[in-house]
């Protein structure tokens, strides 16, 4: 009994022991296994936090609202503008023809507007080619250099007359009546405008610029160049003889070469409108 007894007290503090020490060492493992646990939970909470704000990106959304009242105003807007009417249509072709008649004539008046333009260059008269074409090939001072020089001039005459086209063929515009302008502003012609004033205003241009022509051809010295080199090819045998009346040829291709130039500017006005300095030019002949 007695041993028993004192195995009890030997044995008991020992198992207590144990016991103690094994929960002491549990604690400590749960303490370090703490931050652990904590580290994760952060982890995983950033990781939620980024993931909701990567989600939440639909505002691209707002971007094509916006785009698309926009273009809704746009469209609005478009189809608020009245469509052009005679009125509109008659006034921009007359400003078109105005601007092309001023540019034009400005060109054909520079040294060389005619001369060295090869699309209304004068050469000699349709008659006086033989003329020129034998006289060229003749060795002397009335030769190829005086054809030459003969065929300048005739230009030099149309140029020094060209300014006083000016006031007559703005006069000729004025006096148009555009009964069809709604057709000719979206005739598919780039001249449209220009053919109509040449059909209706043509002779009566020719006939006012003549007496222009008369005083340019002798000022610049071309009626008595022309007719040194007629009076040389007359006396050649055999030759059917040749006029040496300049004015009446010259007269019509000065003419002629404006129409060009004004029929130049107009397709320019016509394929750039916003280029144009005018509002009317932009209505009439912007994009409808």
Known sequence: MQDSYTSRLVFEPAIFFLIYMKNLLLALALLAAAPAVAQTKKTTTKKTTTTKKAVAKPAAKKTTTTTTKAAATTTVA??????????????????????????AV??????????LNDDIRIPFPPDAQLVATTLSALPGPL???????????????????????KDIFLNAVQQLTLTDALSLVTSGSKDAATQLLRKNSE?????????????????????????KLIDRYNKIPLMTPAKNNLTDYVTAQTVDGLFILLAQQEAKIRQNPAAQGTAILQRVFGKK
């Open 78 to 103: 478009a189809a608020t503008v009245a469509p052009l009417t005679e009125a509109e249509a008659n006034t921009g072709l007359k400003e078109a023809l105005t601007t092309g008649v001023t540019k």
């Open 203 to 227: 002779a009566a241009l020719t006939a006012a610029l003549r007496p222009s022509i008369v005083q340019s051809l002798d000022q610049v010295g071309a009626n008595a160049a022309y007719a």
């Open 106 to 115: 400005a060109f054909a008046s520079e040294k060389d507007g005619f001369n």
């Open 143 to 165: 030769g190829k250099a005086a054809v030459e020089q003969a065929t300048n001039l005739i230009n030099r005459a149309a140029e020094t007359a060209a300014p006083a086209a």
